[in-house]
């Protein structure tokens, strides 16, 4: 069974920085793509970023481009999301959410376009980042 555990997370000042992780284990599938998603109680979930494992194509949502960037680590199976110039609206809940398939076309097709919960079947706990003075 796939688990995803995320890391990271606290509290950062507006123009701050802060990193989360997301480790995954137990995947039965060659190619994957790891999303963050973040939500704001009363707000629809929004995702952030998406990127795969082989070869790495990180993807970014709009609100978070040139500030947010996502890495990832392989051999860890580990999704790093560095966040900087953060923002208050930034504030929320943090999910990382996995999808996985035999072909990485498929997984490619989900990470690339607008990402949307329900492309992806596992999720984790989420950790909640807050941006405040």
């Known amino acids: 069974q796939l688990r995803l555990e995320e890391s990271g997370g606290g509290l950062a000042q507006p123009g701050g920085s802060l990193s989360l992780a997301c480790s995954a284990s137990g995947f039965t599938s060659d190619y994957y793509g790891i999303a963050w998603f973040r939500q704001v109680p009363g707000k629809e979930r929004e995702g952030v970023s998406c990127?795969?494992?082989?070869?790495?194509?990180?993807q970014m949502g709009d609100s978070v481009k040139g500030r947010f960037t996502v890495s990832i680590d392989n051999a860890k199976n580990t999704v790093t999301l560095e966040m900087a110039s953060l923002e208050s609206e930034d504030s929320g809940a943090y999910y990382c959410a996995a999808v996985q398939n035999r072909l990485h076309y498929a997984v490619e097709q989900i990470c690339a376009r607008t990402l949307h919960p329900v492309d992806f079947p596992d999720w984790g706990q989420g950790i909640w980042v807050t941006v405040s003075t």
């Open positions: 990127i795969t494992n082989t070869p790495a194509m990180p």
